[in-house]
């Protein structure tokens, strides 16, 4: 009898597996599809070809000529995840081609209804989001070479050349870096669970190295995105029609609904693991700022929300670590809040210099190019005034710190 009642006792483990993330991979979608079967061809012409279409302005005749395709043919999460890519970068070009002139109100049905079919299978918004352009889009030139920028490549591309494929590969190595760190979450949890404080002690060492390590990556950004190109050209392709005065009433999805829709953009804010770390770290952002962090909830895969609310339901790190006479487990857990603001001061200075910097330069250097877009010139391409909300998710994250022990 005692046995059985020990056994009852034994907490039950937080595990990765039952939220569909990979122990190797994290969020990323690992070993992506690159191609659907000959019945989606006209998609896979269509979104292989979008930089020459866009510039061309060829892309809104190809769609409208598009046939309607059923999204029934499709088999597994993975041909779904590849459908989901190739429509939302197709949606994203056929609405910016001209820039912020005659940008359409309707998207045709036949984009539109296998476009919001797929979503709803995927528990996605019908809109580009961060785990498309970023999670579900690299290859390996060499498949038995490293995850390395220069051994990768993106399965669709939109305008923007080299500096479009550098901003997304070095976004998805930020993304790699954090896979030890989501790993240490689980040995974090866990750690508490069982009231391990040398277990907890190690999975903190390893959450802050993870941290730096992505920091390190995201430095990366410099070396393969020209500032220029980023604000003149890729920006308006990850912008949506949710708090962009270019757009401001949203668009029709035509054959969904007859009343505009309204979605957001790309933003760094869609990735899980800032969410994540924050909910373990006990990490409170302003009412404004959780609003906005919260909402981007709603464009991540249902199994990465679900995996930010167990964390949430989970003992509190935080209050564990308050609960403790360790000192090195006070160090470790403040060790791990300074280096999450040190990552998020590396964003703001990267997104000082692809805005600010950016829109100089292509002021400077671009006179061949259409007029950069003005619509969100301060705003991120969520629709967010970037750099308040940036300055105050880092400076909320510094408030976590706790008073040393002793």
Request: glycine share 6%; hydrophobic share 40%.
């Given at each position: 009898m005692e046995t059985q009642n020990m056994n009852l006792k034994k907490p039950v483990l937080f595990t990765l597996g039952k939220f569909c993330i990979s122990e190797?991979?994290?969020f990323i979608l690992p070993d992506p599809l690159q191609e659907l079967s000959h019945y989606y061809m006209p998609w896979m012409e269509i979104a292989s070809n979008l930089p020459f279409m866009i510039e061309s302005h060829e892309l809104r005749v190809r769609v409208d000529a598009m046939p309607l395709l059923s999204c029934h043919f499709l088999k597994g999460h993975r041909e779904q995840y590849l459908a989901h890519l190739l429509l939302s970068c197709i949606t994203m070009g056929y609405v910016?081609?001209?820039?912020?002139?005659?940008?359409?109100?309707?998207?045709?049905?036949?984009?539109?209804?296998?476009?919001?079919?797929?979503?709803?299978?995927?528990?996605?918004p019908p809109i580009l989001v961060h785990s498309d352009l970023v999670l579900a889009n690299w290859k390996k030139k060499d498949p038995d070479g490293p995850l390395e920028i220069r051994n990768l490549d993106t399965i669709v591309s939109l305008p923007g050349g080299e500096s479009l494929k550098g901003f997304v590969?070095?976004?998805?190595?930020?993304?790699?870096?954090?896979?030890?760190?989501?790993?240490?979450?689980?040995?974090?949890?866990?750690?508490?669970?069982?009231?391990?404080?040398?277990?907890?002690?190690?999975?903190?060492?390893?959450?802050?190295?993870?941290?730096?390590?992505m920091a390190k990556a995201l430095r990366q950004m410099h070396d393969?995105?020209?500032?220029?190109?980023?604000?003149?050209?890729?920006?308006?392709?990850?912008?949506?029609?949710?708090?962009?005065?270019?757009?401001?009433?949203?668009?029709?999805?035509?054959?969904?609904s007859?009343?505009?829709?309204?979605?957001?953009?790309?933003?760094?804010?869609?990735?899980?693991?800032?969410?994540?770390?924050?909910?373990?770290?006990?990490?409170?952002h302003?009412?404004?700022s959780t609003t906005f962090l919260h909402r981007m909830?709603?464009?991540?895969?249902?199994?990465h929300r679900a995996f930010i609310e167990e964390i949430h339901s989970a003992p509190s790190l935080k209050k564990f670590i308050l609960s403790s006479r360790s000192c090195l487990l006070h160090e470790a857990y403040n060790q791990c809040v300074k280096?999450?603001?040190?990552?998020?001061?590396?964003?703001?200075?990267?997104?000082?210099?692809?805005?600010?910097?950016?829109?100089?330069?292509?002021?400077?250097?671009?006179?061949?190019?259409?007029?950069?877009?003005?619509?969100?010139?301060?705003?991120?391409?969520?629709?967010?005034?970037?750099?308040?909300?940036?300055?105050?998710?880092?400076?909320?994250?510094?408030?976590?710190?706790?008073?040393?022990?002793?």
């Amino acid at each position: 009898m005692e046995t059985q009642n020990m056994n009852l006792k034994k907490p039950v483990l937080f595990t990765l597996g039952k939220f569909c993330i990979s122990e190797d991979y994290g969020f990323i979608l690992p070993d992506p599809l690159q191609e659907l079967s000959h019945y989606y061809m006209p998609w896979m012409e269509i979104a292989s070809n979008l930089p020459f279409m866009i510039e061309s302005h060829e892309l809104r005749v190809r769609v409208d000529a598009m046939p309607l395709l059923s999204c029934h043919f499709l088999k597994g999460h993975r041909e779904q995840y590849l459908a989901h890519l190739l429509l939302s970068c197709i949606t994203m070009g056929y609405v910016w081609q001209e820039g912020e002139k005659h940008i359409p109100k309707v998207l045709p049905r036949n984009l539109s209804l296998p476009f919001v079919e797929i979503s709803r299978a995927l528990g996605l918004p019908p809109i580009l989001v961060h785990s498309d352009l970023v999670l579900a889009n690299w290859k390996k030139k060499d498949p038995d070479g490293p995850l390395e920028i220069r051994n990768l490549d993106t399965i669709v591309s939109l305008p923007g050349g080299e500096s479009l494929k550098g901003f997304v590969l070095v976004t998805l190595l930020v993304e790699k870096a954090a896979v030890p760190g989501i790993k240490a979450l689980v040995k974090t949890i866990n750690a508490i669970l069982q009231s391990n404080e040398d277990a907890l002690l190690q999975a903190l060492q390893q959450l802050r190295t993870s941290i730096d390590e992505m920091a390190k990556a995201l430095r990366q950004m410099h070396d393969y995105v020209d500032p220029a190109i980023f604000y003149a050209v890729i920006r308006i392709f990850l912008s949506g029609w949710q708090d962009n005065p270019a757009i401001p009433d949203g668009l029709i999805y035509e054959g969904v609904s007859d009343e505009p829709l309204k979605y957001s953009g790309g933003s760094a804010a869609q990735s899980t693991v800032f969410h994540a770390f924050d909910e373990l770290l006990g990490v409170c952002h302003s009412k404004e700022s959780t609003t906005f962090l919260h909402r981007m909830r709603e464009y991540m895969p249902p199994s990465h929300r679900a995996f930010i609310e167990e964390i949430h339901s989970a003992p509190s790190l935080k209050k564990f670590i308050l609960s403790s006479r360790s000192c090195l487990l006070h160090e470790a857990y403040n060790q791990c809040v300074k280096a999450l603001a040190e990552l998020r001061s590396h964003h703001i200075n990267i997104v000082a210099k692809y805005l600010l910097t950016g829109a100089a330069k292509a002021k400077d250097q671009l006179d061949h190019l259409a007029r950069p877009p003005q619509a969100l010139a301060e705003k991120g391409t969520g629709g967010t005034a970037v750099f308040s909300f940036l300055k105050s998710v880092r400076n909320t994250t510094l408030e976590g710190i706790i008073d040393q022990c002793g």
